[in-house]
């Protein structure tokens, strides 16, 4: 299926882009981020950040669909 | 109830005037602004990055949390981009019938917009070191403010 990953702040600097498409097999959103993370070197674990699916948050457990944009996002730091 | 994210300056004169009611008794508003120091180092400027269509959901969400718990009229706007030391980072306005709501409301809201909100900050130091910034736990927040 294929899925629109969406990268902000120091996720979006060390993949040098923000945002690509992806064809994944697997629908765990663990799966992807774990390809993600040894592909761009992020340095936080699945569990520190937050998911948006859709551009909703959404649970760590949701399954990917096809078409699904997908963002993982650091701990905010507004204000 | 106002959300906006912008990358233009923050006029709080101007906003203040969007709030104006003869209905209202009391307003209080917040501004975050850009320090020239964090942590023992000379900051020169910051970066903020945000998540436009999620920050809208949720900025509207904590908007009228703040509406619903303290009857008051309420609005935040987020600059992103670079700034300078001293520029407004964050304006959050409130009116209501009287002053206590107003105060209540404006901290539940900067509150939950630190904690919240899908905005980051990068820091730009004198000596040309940059540093997204990765808590913003302060412990200035009022956890109270964190459980809606």
Request: aromatic share 10%; net charge negative; hydrophobic share 35%.
């Amino acid at each position: 299926m294929k899925i629109k990953i969406l990268y902000f702040a120091q996720l979006a600097e060390l993949a040098e882009k923000s945002e690509e498409t992806k064809h994944v097999f697997d629908s765990s959103l663990c799966a992807l981020y774990a390809d993600l993370k040894k592909t761009y070197n992020f340095h936080q674990e699945f569990t520190q950040l937050q998911v948006a699916v859709n551009h909703q948050l959404s649970a760590h457990n949701t399954e990917l669909r096809d078409g699904d944009s997908v963002a993982f996002l650091p701990p905010m730091t507004g204000g | 109830m106002l959300f906006r994210i912008t990358e233009k300056i923050i006029e709080p004169e101007k906003l203040r005037q969007t709030m104006l009611s003869s209905r209202a008794g009391a307003y209080c508003s917040y501004e975050g602004w850009v320090r020239d120091h964090n942590e023992g180092k000379d900051v020169n400027s910051l970066h903020y990055s945000a998540y436009e269509e999620l920050a809208q959901t949720i900025g509207c969400k904590i908007l009228d949390e703040a509406e619903s718990k303290f009857q008051v009229e309420s609005a935040i706007v987020h600059r992103v981009g670079d700034l300078s030391v001293a520029d407004i980072a964050v304006w959050v306005g409130v009116t209501a019938h009287h002053r206590g709501d107003t105060f209540l409301a404006c901290r539940y809201i900067i509150d939950n917009i630190k904690h919240r909100l899908p905005v980051w900050k990068k820091e730009v130091y004198s000596n040309g070191d940059e540093c997204w910034i990765e808590s913003n736990h302060c412990g200035c927040s009022d956890p109270k403010n964190l459980q809606f």
